[in-house]
């Protein structure tokens, strides 16, 4: 292979691919759309024309044939009325048309085919542009979705995910740490509580314990023991005084007796 062979080719591969990147799948589709409508334009103006010409091909046809039947019946009357060379140049007359009639059904005939063909063609390429339009919309959305996706893929190779893993490890760290004290809070103030239904059972029981004592403390007065008689006004006195102090021993009993049994109610 010569220097020039593979300069070339090298220049050929780089042109193709400039030719390549510089195709926009969504302008090509435009594009093809365009020129596909130019061509039902000009084939519709070609079936407009094809058909004008098969309705003046059709007239010239009919009025071959009124031409034909008129000068039947002129050649009919000059018989009947005897002139036989009138008859006569009435048929030549009718030959002649008969034979430009002829003419004209044949190129009618062809051009009712034509017709009818270019019809075909035309709905033919109306149905491919309307499928053409179609498969557009769905190679254009595809062109979107398929840049979304590109677009996408690039933000996240773009994404430091490392450092935000990182950020969500610590503020998992931040909330299992805030649960955790919370749940010790919790537990020291259940602590507390039962702290003091303990000292509230103590405090029961020292009063219990009280009272036992106080009464195995009181003095017991004998069933038969006679009054003694009275005294002085110094042992009357004496006597008030003691008698107060056993009344309000008498009321501080009762009342730590109604405490018991408020408690043991409870």
Not at 168 to 193: I, N, T, W, Y
Not at 251 to 262: G, T
Request: proline share 2%; no cysteine; net charge negative.
């Amino acid at each position: 292979m010569g220097l020039f062979d593979r300069i070339r080719r090298v220049v050929s591969a780089n042109l193709n691919d400039l030719v390549s990147k510089a195709e926009d799948p969504e302008k090509m589709l435009e594009q093809a759309i365009l020129e596909m409508q130019e061509d039902l334009v000009q084939l519709r103006q070609g079936v407009a024309q094809a058909i004008a010409a098969q309705k003046r091909t059709e007239k010239q046809y009919n009025d071959a044939q009124n031409e034909i039947n008129k000068w039947q019946r002129n050649a009919q009357l000059a018989l009947q009325k005897g002139d036989e060379n009138l008859a006569r140049q009435a048929l030549e007359r009718k030959k002649t048309f008969t034979e430009s009639g002829n003419a004209l059904k044949a190129s009618l005939e062809q051009q009712t085919t034509q017709v009818e063909s270019l019809k075909r063609n035309l709905i033919q390429l109306e149905s491919k542009i309307s499928e053409a339009k179609t498969k557009k919309e769905m190679l254009k959305a595809r062109i979107t979705a398929a840049k979304a996706q590109e677009q996408l893929e690039g933000m996240v190779r773009g994404m430091n995910t490392s450092s935000a893993m990182a950020a969500f490890e610590r503020m998992e760290e931040k909330v299992l740490m805030q649960e955790a004290r919370a749940q010790s809070a919790a537990e020291l103030a259940g602590s507390d509580l039962e702290h003091q239904f303990a000292a509230l059972e103590s405090s029961s029981d020292v009063d219990d314990e009280l009272a036992a004592l106080k009464a195995s403390l009181a003095p017991a007065n004998p069933p038969n023991q006679q009054a003694l008689p009275p005294q002085e006004s110094t042992t009357t006195t004496t006597n008030t005084q003691q008698a107060n102090t056993s009344s309000n021993n008498e009321v501080v009993d009762a009342e730590l007796e109604a405490l018991r049994k408020q408690i043991d109610q409870m």
